[in-house]
Nanobody, 128 residues
Framework: QVQLVESGGGLVQAGDSLVLSCAAS????????MGWFRQAPGKEREFVAS????????YYSDSVKGRFTVSRDKANSAVYLQMNSLKPEDTAIYFC?????????????????????WGQGTQVTVSS
């Protein structure tokens, strides 16, 4: 059973930066994408960013575009999220996800149903 382990969360002030990391406990074969979702208190889990494994195409939600950058480490089945200019509304639990399901639809890897493995989450709190 593959496990995804996130790290890098914490408490920061508005305008600060953080880097989240996610590594798989074992090599994931036929990996199509990895990504990040977040869930704020009282809200549904939402897409943040994802990256296609073979071509490296990146996808972002409108709320983080231009501030966050997703990157991958193919050799280690790892994904990172560089978060700059953090805002209080970025406060949430951030979840790493991995997809082993191929789809030609680009928006497939921006949906919860597009991912097969999930991490336990890491808390990011941004104070004003």
């Amino acid at each position: 059973q593959v496990q995804l382990v996130e790290s890098g969360g914490g408490l920061v002030q508005a305008g600060d930066s953080l880097v989240l990391s996610c590594a798989a406990s074992a090599r994931i074969f036929s990996l199509d994408a990895m990504g990040w979702f977040r869930q704020a208190p009282g809200k549904e889990r939402e897409f943040v960013a994802s990256v296609r494994w073979s071509g490296g195409n990146q996808y972002y939600s409108d709320s983080v575009k231009g501030r966050f950058t997703v990157s991958r480490d193919k050799a280690n089945s790892a994904v990172y999220l560089q978060m700059n200019s953090l805002k209080p509304e970025d406060t949430a639990i951030y979840f790493c996800a991995a997809s082993i399901t191929y789809s030609s639809r680009e928006n497939y890897y921006t949906t919860i149903s597009g991912f097969d493995y999930w991490g336990q989450g890491t808390q990011v709190t941004v104070s004003s």
